[in-house]
């Protein structure tokens, strides 16, 4: 039953209970009898009661206060889990979309070394999509891979669990288009494609593992509506578990809606956040340590050859830095004070140097419980996020920038920009008139 708040007229029970109370009976529209007063007995002079005039205050679409108790009918066609989201009055169930009869679904799957990520998308208005659904979880694939160069049984049987909620997921929708990757953890393993083919027969997923050049452009095809028109040149970079791919972009010439078409250099370091970590140690990382990490990580950067076709516009305030990953997400949500993580608040968000700055020596000088115990970080990461700080230093070291750029996005994101670009859904609609949300 509702409640009533002030304002609210009281049940129609109550009311009469009310009447009854202060002397009346219920009223059915006629003038009670008289009854004679004994002798000697003066009847008290009755109090006028005044007459209400608020009807009973009835809300839209409100059954009757009869009916009241019963549930409300929930529409048929919501599928169950999002029935049960809805009922349990989650506030992300504000944003979970369901995609309309008749639009086009595209899906886009990344196991990396580190996480599994599912994005379920249609498209939205000119290069950009509406997310129908959605999944993530850390698997550690990667685990033990630098020191043995195979995936465990233990990181391989987490992943599968992981794919198999991906399965269901895209079970028994009809996509238009779908791509699944596998990135550095099965691009480097001596099991890789073995494990590609337990995939395939466990859950009927069938995993393509891309080279790096792949990589690096499906980053950069997912940041697209981050680099703005006032930008000349970008260093992108996507700081992975095993590997992290930097792409250099010259926007200063004739620009094309297509970002990929401007990387003129790119390289795939063969470290990330796992294998450097493993390598160094993540728990406990003195200055002294952390220093040593980004050493490692600069001599790396010296052997790529292409790093200097950015040089006429580096230091100008027409470039900046755009980084991709959890580093650079968990990064930001540390700026910003979250209690919990916000993909909303950290998503495009500038950086100056000075904060990068002070947010890493902040979290240096941490212990790792006091990492563990922060919201943006927790236990996953918290013995991998000064590794990835390592990467993203070298990095500003070897780019020296004023600005950086965060990017919640990444190679899910580059895929469904591709197939839909290559199906021409947002050409087809501009021709057909159509105005998409």
């Not at 992290?244 to 956040?273: C, F, K, M, N, Q």
């Amino acid at each position: 039953m509702d409640d009533h708040g002030k304002g609210d007229a009281p049940p129609v029970a109550e009311r009469i209970r009310d009447h009854a109370s202060a002397g009346g009976g219920v009223d059915n529209g006629r003038e009670p009898a008289a009854v004679s007063a004994p002798a000697g007995f003066t009847q008290p002079k009755r109090r006028r009661r005044r007459r209400r005039k608020r009807g009973v205050f009835v809300r839209q679409a409100e059954p009757c206060a009869e009916k009241r108790a019963l549930p409300p009918k929930l529409p048929t066609n919501i599928p169950p889990a999002s029935t049960e989201l809805v009922r349990r009055g989650k506030a992300y169930t504000a944003r979970l979309s369901r995609a309309r009869e008749g639009e086009s679904l595209y899906a886009a799957l990344d196991l990396g070394t580190n996480n599994c990520r599912l994005l379920i998308a249609t498209p939205g208005r000119p290069g950009r999509f509406r997310v129908v659904d959605a999944f993530s979880r850390i698997v550690r694939l990667g685990e033990g891979l630098a020191a043995n160069g195979r995936l465990s049984e233990a990181a391989m049987e987490r992943a599968v669990e992981a794919l198999a909620v991906c399965a269901q997921k895209l079970d028994g929708r009809r996509l238009r288009g779908v791509r699944m990757i596998a990135t550095e953890a099965c691009r480097s393993a001596e099991n890789g494609p073995d494990f590609v083919e337990r995939v395939r027969r466990a859950t009927g997923l069938e995993l393509e593992i891309i080279d790096r050049r792949t990589e690096a452009r499906l980053a950069v095809s997912g940041c697209g509506s981050l680099i703005s028109r006032e930008t000349d040149g970008v260093v992108l970079f996507d700081i992975g578990g095993g590997s992290s791919e930097i792409a250099l972009i010259d926007l200063s010439r004739h620009r094309t809606p297509r970002l990929a078409d401007h990387i003129v250099s790119w390289t795939s370091l063969p470290t990330g956040v796992v294998s450097l970590a493993e390598g160094f140690g993540g728990r406990h990382v003195t200055p002294e340590i952390f220093e040593a990490m980004v050493c490692h990580v600069s001599e790396m950067l010296a052997r790529f050859d292409g790093g200097g076709r950015l040089a006429h516009i580096a230091g100008s305030g027409r470039f900046h830095l755009l980084g991709t990953s959890g580093t650079v997400t968990t990064l930001a949500g540390v700026y910003l004070g979250l209690k919990r993580y916000d993909r909303r608040q950290v998503d495009g968000l500038w950086m100056e140097r000075s904060s990068v700055d002070r947010i890493i020596e902040t979290i240096l000088g941490w212990s790792f419980d006091e990492r563990k115990a922060n919201p943006c970080i927790g236990s996953e990461r918290a013995d991998l996020v000064l590794a990835g700080c390592a990467i993203l230093e070298a990095i500003r070291r070897h780019w020296p920038a004023e600005r950086l750029r965060v990017a919640d996005r990444g190679l899910r994101e580059g895929m469904l920009n591709e197939m839909m670009a290559c199906d021409g859904v947002w050409r087809r609609r501009r021709n057909n008139g159509e105005h998409p949300a």
